[in-house]
């Protein structure tokens, strides 16, 4: 049997329909939640937030349904309980998380924690639930602190991580793909085979010149074409935005070299930031009104799609234990 | 000048005259959480236990005679402005919140690591914003409302001595101070005279803040309670019911320091507290009375010979003239 957690229970793969792999409902780093600044009314959260997700379920009808999976790691902002309500009201499945986005958004508590208690925090929210809510985590986040190098702390997440995943059978993946070797490294410790992580923004804008696509896909890890929309043509791109016309053709190169299977993407959209102001206009439904018909006119035909944003993510989602 | 008398304090309940602040106990924490341990798996947090067994004490400390409570952990170590207020009305007992956040190593991501190229951390000028939103326009539930105003700006440094995130913070503390008028609360790092000094350096009076801490045994064996007394900032001798820390001095030896302040003349710049804490989380309990410096310093202090009219002064009086709002 396939299962895949989602946030209101598990569900068979085969229902996942297509799949937005790395998004998020909102993020914000911990401690924005003191700034009011970025407060909003519980009315304008939801107002924000369907209308998109609705939107997205509209699109996905021709592909059986739509999965959005939450990103947003534990202290920055996730709140399942909103989660499950939004999944219910507008039929998108919605996958959340454990771990962390990366050991700087990790608080105290969590930057003091061993690498098993890290791990027991991961498993226990995939196999009994997040806080009350009853829902398990169905994927991973790990990351890279900001700075671009992987940091001790960091590293004792991916290790944990590393362990939860081979003892729970979610997918791993992660915030940043650069100075990945010792992530490498860490994973082949623990012994998990490389198709059970996605190494995240490998195609944003800053992180070019810092990915060891090589090595990543010569042990078969997947690599994260997961900030599509962050375009520098926008009027006000954020720092890691990227010529459109420069990413895809990145993206159709690996295609073209053989490498479909091992490549996932997505938007990194927030349907309602947390604590930035996000991006105007970017939403979670550029999958459809964009990058879809953009591999369209690239040729990329309707078996491709399929496998790019349905089988493979099924596949990567799918509980494996082994 | 205003008087003391007309004065007032923030409680959790609004402003109440500072005259009827009684007996204060002045650096504690009512409800204290490591940051992210709310999170964790295994930490309940039964609010309604929670409210209990902080409801206990609070009574217990208002049975010995004691009115008010300070929780001077600030914003980001569990306050929980709601429950206080709760607790405050069922109780009795003045509650007085703080703002503030520090050390570093307690700060959350948004301000060490921000979303911008580079992601500098946070400057002075915006903590002074927003811990003196939280005196004027009221401290946060996150994400949810603003409530009353804080009592104070609450911070520490890292053990070792402040980090440049700890320096914007206690400058940020100071700004604040001096906007609002409510007085700064700092536990030092590694030298309190210094890090005094940059509370003083933005403007801010000395007898508005006060020096936390300075019953470690580094700190008496190096004179600076008398030190800080001379600069004319309080003296918390903060650590009281705690025997078995080889980091502080014992009891014994605070009251022969308490009585050698008061001696000196200082005894308008002491405050006495036992970093008592309500119910923790993520981290071990410490099981001491509120009520504790009143019920069981107090008489050591008169048996070294501190006249009550000092231990009065002590326990009441510097507490009101330090959180009377200016
Ligand atoms: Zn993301």
């Known amino acids: 049997m396939s299962r895949v957690n989602t946030v209101l229970g598990p569900i068979a793969a085969e229902e996942l329909g297509l799949v937005a792999v790395h998004e998020h409902i909102g993020y914000g780093m911990p401690g924005s939640e003191l700034d009011t600044q970025w407060w909003k009314t519980p009315e304008q959260r939801y107002e924000e937030t369907v209308p998109k997700l609705r939107r997205f379920a509209e699109y996905s009808r021709e592909y059986g349904g739509c999965t959005f999976v939450d990103a947003t790691g534990i202290c920055n902002g996730r709140d399942v309980d909103y989660y499950k309500s939004l999944s219910a009201k507008t039929g998108v499945h919605i996958v959340a998380a454990t771990g962390f986005v990366g050991g700087d958004t990790a608080l105290r508590f969590f930057a003091d924690a061993t690498v098993d208690y890290l791990m027991r925090q991961f498993v226990h929210e995939i196999t009994v639930g997040i806080g009350d809510t009853g829902s398990r985590a169905g994927i991973i986040k790990v990351g890279v602190s900001r700075g671009f190098r992987m940091r ?27 100075d990945v070797e010792p992530a490498l490294a860490v ?14 923004h490998a195609d944003d804008g800053v992180s070019q010149g810092r990915v060891n696509e090589t090595a990543i896909l010569g042990g078969g890890g997947r690599i994260g074409f997961d900030t599509f929309g962050y375009d520098l043509e926008l009027p006000d791109p954020p720092f890691w935005g990227r010529h459109r016309r420069e990413r895809l053709e990145h993206f159709l190169r690996l295609i073209g070299e053989g490498h479909v299977d091992q490549v996932l993407a997505s938007a990194d959209a927030n349907c ?11 939403t979670v439904n550029y999958i459809y009104e964009q990058l879809i018909p953009d591999l369209r006119a690239e040729g990329i035909d309707d078996a491709m799609i399929h496998r790019i944003f349905v089988e493979n993510p099924a596949d990567f989602l799918t509980l494996t234990t082994n | 000048m205003t008087t003391a008398t007309s004065r007032t304090v923030n409680t959790v309940l609004g402003p109440v005259p500072a005259d009827d602040l009684g007996v204060v106990a002045i650096h504690e924490a009512l409800l204290s959480v490591v940051p992210g341990a709310e999170h964790a798996y295994d930490i309940s947090m039964d609010r309604a236990e929670i409210f209990e067994v902080l409801a206990g004490k609070l009574a217990a400390f208002r049975a010995a005679g004691g009115r008010t409570v300070v929780d001077s952990t600030g914003m980001f170590h569990g306050r929980d402005v709601k429950l206080y ?20 190593e ?10 911008t190229d580079p992601p500098t951390p946070w400057p002075a000028e ?23 105003a804080a009592g104070l700006v609450a911070t520490c440094a890292t053990r070792g001595g402040p980090t440049p995130t700890d320096e914007s913070l206690f400058r940020g503390a100071a700004r604040a101070a001096v906007a609002t008028g409510v007085p700064v609360s700092i536990r030092y790092g590694a030298d309190p005279l210094a890090e005094l000094q940059l509370l003083l350096d933005e403007g801010l009076p000395a007898d508005r803040v006060v020096v936390g801490n300075l019953d470690r045994t ?20 903060d650590h009281v019911g705690r025997n078995d820390s080889d980091h502080h001095i014992r009891d014994a030896e605070r009251a022969d320091l308490v009585a050698q302040l008061v001696a000196a003349g200082h005894a308008h710049r002491v405050l006495l507290s036992g970093n008592a804490i309500g119910v923790a989380k993520g981290h071990p309990d410490y099981e001491l009375p509120y009520a504790h410096v009143l019920t069981a310093f107090a008489p050591l202090l008169t048996s070294h010979g501190v006249a009550d009219e000092d231990v009065q002064q002590i326990l009441v009086a510097n507490p009101r003239d330090l959180l009377a709002v200016r």
């Open chain 2, 106 to 115: 307690d700060l959350g991501g948004y301000f060490l690591t921000p979303q």
């Open chain 1, 152 to 178: 001790e702390l960091d590293l004792r997440i991916y290790r944990a991580a590393a362990r939860a995943a081979l003892l729970t059978g979610v997918p791993i993946f992660t915030h940043l793909a650069v």
């Open chain 2, 126 to 148: 915006k903590f002074a914003d927003l811990f003196g939103r939280e005196v004027t326009e009221g401290m946060v539930v996150p994400r949810v409302e603003r409530r009353r």
């Open chain 2, 85 to 104: 207020e709760a607790l405050s009305r069922s109780t009795g007992v003045h509650v007085v919140a703080s703002t503030g956040l520090g050390p570093e």
């Open chain 1, 187 to 200: 994973f082949a410790e623990e012994g998990l085979p490389l198709d059970r992580v996605l190494f995240g």
């Open chain 2, 218 to 237: 580094e700190a008496v064996a190096a004179g600076w309670p008398a030190a800080v007394a001379e600069r004319g900032a309080y003296v918390a001798i």
């Open chain 1, 272 to 282: 309602s930031p947390l604590g930035w102001p996000g991006v105007e206009g970017h």
